[in-house]
């Protein structure tokens, strides 16, 4: 009799302990989906803010890069501009001077020679007069000159020129650039980008992410939750380590941008007070052998050398 009662009973138990066996504690059907739904809201606005916060960047430094360009471009241009009208003045005066100079010592044997170098040493387009050295380096399309180098190093076509490695790294779309690695780690759909890591690991449809694995049974909601907040942890603190480095990097190449052309443009004042100084003391110092008086002048560029 109690054998054939304890048949039956060990065969409920049987049954109950296979069916332990089947149904993991964190069964699809039990799943929190609350708690599923709230980790996808809050990667969500996680990934808005970051993106917003990107845009607002790109934004500035796309602003500060115009200002940029703006402001040295007109002191360039304004250099030049005096420069140009320095050379204009002064061949009108000595072109007028010269012909004063012939007239009244022309028919003076002892100052032909002379008479005929002033001719040359006033003259801009004669090569290696001293008026010609003084106007081909306030040329800008005159290859290696002092405003060829200026206008080349705030061209941003010009490549590796000063300007183009600063408008190269505001780029988010120049490969390898600063502005490009900030845009691609916030940018979910980009590959292994750290905001699409967050993404994969935050969906229950992404196979094998915490959230899939938790909502499938897999896993148990304490182990989901564990897995998770290391993956976030991981990728929003990598996510976090390249925007620091990328506005870093952005930063110092603006710094040190502004800086060389600063450096640029007092060489340059430098370059052509010299040229134009050297050239003026030459045609003086001639014309004094021709008439006994020199020119008189004033440094052109003392303010902006100062």
């Known amino acids: 009799?109690?054998?054939?009662?304890?048949?039956?009973?060990?065969?409920?138990?049987?049954?109950a302990v296979a069916l332990v066996m089947i149904v993991p504690a964190g069964s699809a059907s039990a799943a929190d989906?609350?708690?599923?739904n709230k980790v996808l809201a809050d990667y969500k606005a996680y990934n808005q803010k970051v993106t917003s916060s990107y845009k607002n960047y790109q934004e500035?430094?796309?602003?500060?890069?115009?200002?940029?360009?703006?402001?040295?471009?007109?002191?360039?241009?304004?250099?030049?501009?005096?420069?140009?009208?320095?050379?204009?003045?002064?061949?009108?005066?000595?072109?007028?001077?010269?012909?004063?100079?012939?007239?009244?010592?022309?028919?003076?044997?002892s100052k032909t020679s002379a008479l005929r170098?002033?001719?040359?040493?006033?003259?801009?387009?004669?090569?290696?007069?001293?008026?010609?050295?003084?106007?081909?380096?306030?040329?800008?399309?005159y290859r290696d000159s002092t405003m060829w180098v200026y206008n080349k190093a705030l061209n941003e076509n010009?490549?590796?020129?000063?300007?183009?490695?600063?408008?190269?790294a505001i780029n988010p779309n120049y490969l390898d650039s600063a502005a490009f690695k900030y845009s691609k780690a916030v940018n979910e759909n980009y590959y292994d980008s750290p905001m699409q890591r967050l993404k994969h690991a935050s969906s229950k449809n992404f196979y094998g992410s915490p959230i899939y694995q938790y909502s499938r049974?897999?896993?148990?909601?304490?182990?989901?939750?564990?897995e998770y907040a290391k993956i976030y942890k991981?990728?929003?603190?990598?996510?976090?380590?390249?925007v620091a480095k990328s506005k870093q990097d952005i930063a110092n190449r603006?710094?040190?941008?502004?800086?060389?052309?600063?450096?640029?443009?007092?060489?340059?004042?430098?370059?052509?007070?010299?040229?134009?100084?050297?050239?003026?003391?030459?045609?003086?110092?001639?014309?004094?052998?021709?008439?006994?008086?020199g020119l008189t002048w004033q440094p052109l560029l003392k303010n902006s050398a100062q």
């Open 1 to 15: 009799m109690k054998r054939a009662i304890v048949k039956p009973l060990l065969t409920v138990l049987s049954l």
């Open 33 to 36: 989906s609350k708690w599923i």
């Open 60 to 109: 500035q430094i796309d602003a500060s890069y115009n200002q940029y360009l703006t402001q040295y471009t007109a002191t360039m241009t304004e250099l030049e501009t005096k420069v140009l009208s320095d050379l204009k003045q002064w061949d009108e005066k000595l072109e007028a001077d010269y012909n004063e100079l012939k007239e009244k010592y022309g028919d003076d044997r």
């Open 117 to 141: 170098t002033y001719d040359r040493y006033i003259n801009q387009n004669f090569r290696g007069s001293p008026m010609n050295l003084y106007a081909t380096e306030a040329n800008r399309n």
């Open 158 to 168: 010009f490549i590796d020129s000063k300007t183009w490695r600063y408008s190269k």
């Open 217 to 226: 049974g897999k896993i148990s909601k304490t182990k989901a939750q564990q």
């Open 234 to 242: 991981k990728q929003t603190e990598r996510l976090n380590a390249i």
């Open 254 to 293: 603006a710094a040190v941008t502004r800086q060389e052309l600063d450096l640029l443009h007092a060489k340059s004042v430098d370059v052509l007070e010299q040229r134009r100084e050297e050239a003026l003391k030459k045609i003086s110092d001639l014309r004094i052998e021709i008439c006994g008086e």
